[in-house]
């Protein structure tokens, strides 16, 4: 059984452990509320664009970028994770998904190219055959401007024939609470109309339709994947913050634990010294 001083130390740990913890969670919930106002206006805006491109292209001819190719061997996965962990399985439960998905769909892209924004996927993925790239620093404040170069890299991949098809792997933010691992296709591009929407023929457009689609697909695709940096910018936080707030809350019940067997170390500790007086007080006589 550990000595009173001992239980003492372990005190001060928890204590000073505590204290980062609860530090954290503050910060993670400040940055939480910034962060769900950009992931907000980013979702909103990429549906926007999203509106705009059915419209332009509806009626039109097939475009490049919309158009499935005949074979999908090459892919490229663009996995937006964390730089930062301590947001219990935030990251490792979107990796963990995106390995099964390769593996699961090794006959339709039997070359899986892995570009990684944020640190936590590409330590997960270290291993992998065919790494193309690593963005640091992009999702931690999420910028359109440096999403947009990514963005680029793709469509260039994408056009250049480099690969058949982009896949965007990130963590959809629900609430502070939930955080949904998905996989969406991002190139070739999906512009089939949701239920219950229908685009007008008879839309005039200024440019006309080929150019006005040449200039507002580029956009969609960086209007989607930015939207999906600002989701896992937000569920990072949110993660991190539910992740503290349980180890807040462990150490609170750590911290009861031990003053009760600290103590009942003292108390033993005060006995075992009382019997000793007392044994050599009767010793005496």
Not at 202 to 226: I, K, M, N, S, Y
Not at 246 to 254: G, H, M
Request: charged share 25%; aromatic share 6%; glycine share 4%.
């Amino acid at each position: 059984m550990p000595s009173f001083r001992e239980y003492n130390v372990k005190l001060q740990r928890l204590g000073n452990t505590r204290k980062m913890t609860r530090t954290m969670k503050m910060v993670s919930a400040n940055k939480l509320r910034k962060a769900q106002e950009v992931q907000a206006r980013a979702s909103a805006f990429a549906e926007s664009v999203a509106r705009m491109a059915r419209r332009a292209a509806f009626g039109g001819d097939p475009h490049p970028l919309t158009a499935a190719r005949k074979s999908c061997a090459k892919a490229m996965v663009i996995l937006i994770t964390s730089d930062k962990g301590m947001c219990a399985g935030f990251n490792n439960n979107l990796s963990k998904k995106v390995a099964a998905w390769i593996e699961a769909n090794s006959e339709v892209h039997p070359e899986v190219q892995m570009c990684f924004c944020g640190k936590r996927g590409a330590i997960f993925f270290r291993q992998h055959d065919n790494i193309l790239r690593q963005y640091d620093d992009i999702v931690a404040k999420p910028r359109f401007a440096h999403v947009s170069r990514i963005a680029e890299a793709a469509l260039s991949a994408f056009v250049d024939g480099a690969v058949d098809a982009v896949y965007i792997a990130y963590n959809r933010f629900r609430s502070a609470l939930s955080q949904t691992p998905v996989i969406e296709r991002l190139l070739p591009i999906d512009i089939s109309a949701p239920e219950g929407e229908q685009p007008s023929q008879d839309t005039l457009t200024e440019p006309g339709q080929e150019e006005l689609v040449d200039r507002v697909l580029p956009q969609l695709v960086a209007a989607r994947l930015f939207a999906a940096v600002a989701n896992s910018a937000a569920g990072e936080h949110g993660a991190r913050m539910t992740a503290m707030d349980s180890a807040t809350s462990n150490c609170d019940k750590l911290i009861v634990n031990y003053t009760l067997l600290r103590n009942r170390a003292r108390q033993t500790s005060i006995t075992k010294e009382l019997i000793e007086i007392v044994a050599g007080a009767e010793a005496l006589h």
